[in-house]
């Protein structure tokens, strides 16, 4: 017991280490996970985005919701608790490659009712089901291993169009593989080995494909029950304890060596084959719909006639005789009730009421039936009036090349066995790997009556084998020349193919020659096994224009017509331009010539100065002449070289457009009193090669204020002059177009004190009358505001007390930002006024505006009443031609 422990304590350690260990990574996103799960469920986790697992072992449940990629790195394996999921698919579009998946009574994959599911590379080890697929389709389960699953390594039930391909299955309980109710699925290239019971089953489904599987073991190597249409191709079954394949229920279609044994040495001798398929009254269509399906999938033409009259059936077998060949297989088969007249053995088969065939008229038109192979089936009591002293007596048909197979009983009844009535159970016996007792690969005549014995009872084959002698030879035949193409243009690639049949029960080898124009232009040689049919092909190359007879051995020739190829030369290159400045339209046109038998491309280049341009391709039929033309525009002025292709160039001129540019400015003068006349002019200069109008602006401050339209000839310098006059004192940029602008300062002529003096009264009389300073005041024309007005008023007391009776210059002065103050009332005096007014215009020179209030003695005097004492000041001043003693404040 503490042993036992010791070992499930180390097998957890290590569970644990390699689960701390494992780490999941979403490719796109670069994060990293505990789980898949967790990969899977994180919100960034988008569609189409890759989940690597790195290596450990990962007990989870697995719900993939997303279409993502899920790849192992390394060993991983997942488990789960039994009777769960590993992993269970609800998306489209899942790839799952590289995993382990183990776990007792689990499912290692299940799908539910998706579509586009790929899983590779993986291996299922001890689950019930390694992958299941209820409903959907076009999965993919490639390249994986099942190994002892307790149900089935593949289970499909309602799926569609999915393919197993690849996988190996060993020891499965149930079936490798298992098809419930689906169609049009894949099984191939697989290796199955040792199920318990199946290898494959395939239950009530339909036009499925199982092909070159190799299975070994088991009780049955393919079970197919219930379905239809499901194609059987090439698979190896060995060693299966009851049957290689066991078909019930079933028309399934198949193709394996067995088979297809019978349809090369009995049923396919023939260039075509042709079988007449007759029910009459009263019988299960059965018979006939299935022997239909069977004779269709061996490749026969095939006419069915459904309870006839004697005249259709009569009508039927003579065209039958009309159009039959010698080389030709017919197979006639009646699947009718048979009866005898009361008075004689004449016996005969009813094909509809009243309507009976009898013995000698079926012979007479059996036998007008000329061919190599010829087959009757009679599916009828009474041998279906075929016989003549005694129901199994059918020595009158016996014909050269003739198989006669009928079915009746001591009693003159055909009885059904397994199926309905003889056509049934001949179709289990071609169907029935058993029949071929002597393991040959191949079904003789003997193996034949002895399985129809088994599925038909009882059945009767009078002298079906004892006239058949058997030769040991291998006997070629050659057929189905096809030539394609029959026609081209040189060099023209043909090939050339024959059907080459053994008719032979004996291997070898034969040589085949391909004649062009009656001398042998190759061989090749080709080995059949018995009854084994196979194309041989050559490929020649035809050179030279010409109609040639193509053959192979004594086939009859075919003829192949080749052509003289394209042939397209070009001339006559025609370029035509205007003489213009650029751009320029240029139309080159050129003349193509096809001298050859077929029609042909021809690409053509526009060339400029050995540069390429444009190009046409160009179709000519034979023999055509075409004008093929480019037109092109020149946008560079100079010299140029135009062609196509390598034809001698042309070469043009084009020239330079008018090109007038403006320089050397001047303005003078560069400075003066305002109103100021300018003289403003540039040079246009035209470097094309022909003459053309330039318009020539003066702008002011960037303002057009004059325009002109000078007209300058090729490689000429022509001046273009304005005169313009600044009617305002300021600064200004005087330029032509885009040139450099010439800045040009106008002073004003100032204002006059006796202007000011006036000003000054106007004012005056506004605030005494207000009680609020104007928002402008007018001087000479131009209007001033009040801090402007300050610095003018100012300034003349500080310069009338200097003697300086002159003009001032205004200036720009801005607003105080918070006109404020508190004083009392008094006189302020001539040199403590004087001093404010220095005091004032150091602050407008220094901060470009008038200030909020002046310091002096009587306390802040704002701005209002700073300007209202000045226009006293400068009234008083007006009136007695001096400045006052004191203001009054």
């Known amino acids: 017991m503490r042993g036992l422990k010791f070992v499930l304590l180390l097998f957890f350690m290590v569970f644990a280490l390699n689960s701390a260990s494992a780490t999941v990574i979403n490719q796109n996103t670069t994060k990293t996970f505990a789980s898949i799960q967790d990969a899977i469920d994180d919100p960034s986790t988008g569609p189409g985005h890759w989940i690597i697992v790195d290596q450990g072992t990962y007990n989870e449940t697995i719900d993939v919701y997303k279409p993502l990629v899920l790849k192992a790195n390394g060993s991983v394996t997942i488990s789960n608790a039994p009777y769960l999921n590993i992993m269970y698919i609800r998306n489209n579009n899942v790839y799952v490659e590289g995993f382990r998946f183990v776990g007792e009574e689990c499912d290692g994959i299940r799908i539910s009712w998706r579509k586009n599911v790929t899983i590779i590379n993986n291996q299922f080890s001890g689950l019930r089901f390694g992958v299941i697929i209820e409903g959907g389709g076009g999965h993919k389960i490639l390249n994986n291993t099942f190994d002892n699953c307790t149900h089935c390594g593949i289970a499909i039930i309602n799926g569609s169009s999915n393919t197993i391909q690849g996988n190996r299955f060993t020891n499965s309980r149930y079936s490798g593989i298992f098809l419930g109710n689906s169609t049009n699925n894949i099984i191939k290239d697989n290796s199955i080995q040792n199920s318990l019971w199946d290898g494959i089953t395939v239950a009530y489904s339909y036009n499925n494909t199982i092909s070159n599987n190799t299975i070994t073991g088991g009780r049955r190597g393919l079970t197919i029950f219930g379905s239809k249409a499901d194609k059987v191709i090439g698979n190896i079954i060995t060693n299966a304890k009851e049957s290689p394949i066991y078909i019930e229920y079933s028309t399934t279609i198949t193709d394996s060596p067995i088979i297809q044994g019978l349809h090369d040495r009995y049923l396919n001798n023939g260039a075509e084959k042709y079988a007449l398929l007759i029910k009459g009254v009263g019988i299960n269509p059965e018979g006939v719909e299935e022997m239909t399906v069977f004779l269709y999938n061996l490749g026969y033409n095939i006419q069915k006639l459904i309870e006839p009259t004697r005249e259709q059936v009569f009508q039927a077998l003579n065209v039958l005789a009309q159009i039959i060949k010698p080389e030709d297989t017919c197979t006639i088969y009646i699947n009718a009730h048979g009866g005898t007249e009361t008075n004689g053995p004449l016996y005969s088969f009813l094909a509809s009421p009243f309507n009976d065939i009898y013995n000698y008229e079926l012979e007479e038109l059996v036998r007008s039936i000329c061919c190599h192979n010829k087959i009757l089936i009679l599916d009828s009591c009474h041998s279906g009036g075929v016989a003549i002293k005694d129901y199994n007596d059918t020595t009158s048909f016996f014909d050269t090349n003739t198989t006669i197979i009928t079915a009746t009983g001591v009693e003159s009844v055909a ?168 751009p320029v339209p240029v139309n080159v046109s050129c003349t193509l010539i096809n001298n050859g038998d077929a029609e042909g491309n021809y690409t053509i280049t526009l060339y400029i100065d050995g540069r390429p341009v444009a190009n046409q391709t160009v179709t000519l039929k034979a023999w055509e002449r075409r004008t093929v033309t480019f037109n092109y525009i020149l946008n560079e002025p100079g010299t140029h070289n135009i062609t196509i292709n390598d034809m001698s160039p042309t070469t043009i001129t084009v020239l330079k457009p008018a090109n007038i540019t403006a320089g050397n400015l001047s303005v003078t003068p560069a400075s003066g009193v305002a109103p100021l006349s300018v003289t403003v002019s540039c040079k246009l200069t035209n470097t094309g090669d022909v003459a053309g109008d330039y318009t020539a602006e003066l702008k002011i401050n960037g303002v057009v204020v004059d325009s002109q339209l000078v007209t300058v000839g090729a490689g000429e310098a022509k001046t273009v002059t304005f005169i313009y006059r600044l009617a305002s004192a300021g600064a200004y940029n005087v330029a032509i177009d885009g040139l450099v602008p010439v800045k040009v300062s106008v002073a004003s002529a100032g204002v006059s004190l006796g202007d000011l003096v006036s000003a000054a009264g106007t004012v005056r009389g506004y605030y005494e009358r207000y009680g609020r300073l104007p928002s402008f005041v007018t001087i000479a024309g131009q209007r001033y505001s009040m801090a402007q007005l300050l610095y003018l008023l100012t300034r003349a007391t500080v310069n009338i007390n200097l003697g300086n009776l002159k003009a001032i210059n205004p200036r720009a002065v801005g607003a105080p930002t918070s006109p404020s103050g508190s004083y009392r009332h008094g006189r302020l005096y001539k040199s403590a006024y004087l001093q404010v007014a220095a005091n004032i215009l150091s602050s407008i020179d220094r901060y470009g505006r008038a200030p909020n209030y002046a310091m002096t003695s009587l306390g802040r005097i704002p701005f209002q009443r700073l300007v209202y004492m000045y226009t006293k000041i400068i009234a008083f001043y007006g009136t007695n031609h001096k400045l006052p003693n004191y203001v009054t404040i």
């Open 415 to 582: 009885f059904g066995g397994h199926g309905s009535g003889l056509g049934k159970s001949i179709i289990d016996a071609f169907s029935d790997p058993m029949t071929d007792a002597n393991k040959d690969g191949k079904i003789d005549l003997a193996e034949l009556y002895y399985m129809s014995a088994i599925k038909c009872i009882p059945l009767e084959i009078p002298r079906l084998y004892e006239n058949i002698t058997i030769v040991q030879e291998f006997k070629p035949r050659i057929s189905n020349l096809t030539v394609e193409p029959k026609e081209g243009k040189a060099p023209l690639n043909v090939i050339i193919n024959a059907l080459i049949a053994n008719d032979g029960n004996l291997p070898g080898e034969y040589t085949a020659t391909l004649y062009i124009n009656g001398r042998p232009a190759a061989n090749q040689t080709i080995t059949l096994d018995a009854w084994e049919k196979n194309t041989i092909t050559f490929t020649y190359t035809f050179n030279e224009p010409g109609i040639y007879n193509v053959t192979i051995d004594n086939l009859a020739p075919m003829t192949v017509t080749v052509i003289k190829p394209a042939n397209i030369i070009m001339k006559e290159i025609v370029v035509s331009w205007m003489n213009r400045p650029a």
